[in-house]
Antibody, heavy 120, light 107 residues
Framework: EVQLLESGGGLVQPGGSLRLSCVAS????????MSWVRQAPGKGLEWVSV????????YYADSVKGRFTISRDNSKNTMYLQMNSLRAGDTAVYYC?????????????WGQGTTVTVSS | DIQMTQSPSSLSASVGDRVTITCRAS??????LAWFQQKPGKAPKSLIY???SLQSGVPSKFSGSGSGTYFTLTISSLQPEDFATYYC?????????FGQGTRLEIK
């Protein structure tokens, strides 16, 4: 069974940084694209970023481009989201998700989420 | 960016009912459409991909159809555990945009 476990969320001041992690188990990690999706309090789902299995291809939502960086360490079955210059609007639950295949596939398995709060 | 519009935004139904939720794309996306279910305080759960393919382990009471710009999710014989929020998402092109969600409530 594939399992994803996010960590790294917390309270951070505007302008600050945070790094989220997503550890995967039960799969050949390098074979799959991996994604981040967030959900602001009381709002819908917002796709954030994706990374290919090799880590060589990435895409970002315009709302985070230039501030967030997605990466992965296949030797550790772990994906990361480095979040810099955080704003109040980045406050959300952040979910990692496994793609069914590469980066052009849908997401099929989700983690339980980690909460990021940006506030002074 | 491709815009995804779901309707209705909310829906009241009774146990045993059959309901249909629609999702429209602002441009053609072939069948690159997924559906997710989310219950309060929980992570989303994948239901359908490629517009009509059932994710492993998802009961056949859930069915999807459509292609191009118009898609539907139908849930038959509603049970209490089916009352949740449902989202569509296109994965034809980045960014992989979601619909705004449809909240399915018990009447």
């Amino acid at each position: 069974e594939v399992q994803l476990l996010e960590s790294g969320g917390g309270l951070v001041q505007p302008g600050g940084s945070l790094r989220l992690s997503c550890v995967a188990s039960g799969l050949t990690f390098s074979s799959y694209g991996m994604s981040w999706v967030r959900q602001a309090p009381g709002k819908g789902l917002e796709w954030v970023s994706v990374i290919s299995g090799s880590g060589g291809s990435t895409y970002y939502a315009d709302s985070v481009k230039g501030r967030f960086t997605i990466s992965r360490d296949n030797s550790k079955n772990t994906m990361y989201l480095q979040m810099n210059s955080l704003r109040a609007g980045d406050t959300a639950v952040y979910y990692c998700a496994k793609n069914r295949g590469g980066i052009y596939y849908n997401m099929d398995v989700w983690g339980q989420g980690t909460t990021v709060t940006v506030s002074s | 960016d491709i815009q995804m519009t779901q309707s209705p935004s909310s829906l009241s139904a009774s146990v045993g009912d059959r309901v249909t939720i629609t999702c429209r794309a602002s441009q053609g996306i072939s069948n690159y459409l997924a559906w997710f279910q989310q219950k309060p305080g929980k992570a989303p759960k994948s239901l359908i991909y490629a517009a009509s393919s059932l994710q492993s382990g998802v009961p056949s009471k859930f069915s999807g159809s459509g292609s191009g710009t118009y898609f539907t999710l139908t849930i038959s014989s509603l049970q209490p555990e089916d009352f949740a929020t449902y989202y569509c998402q296109q994965y034809s092109g980045y960014p992989h945009t979601f619909g705004q969600g449809t909240r399915l409530e018990i009447k």
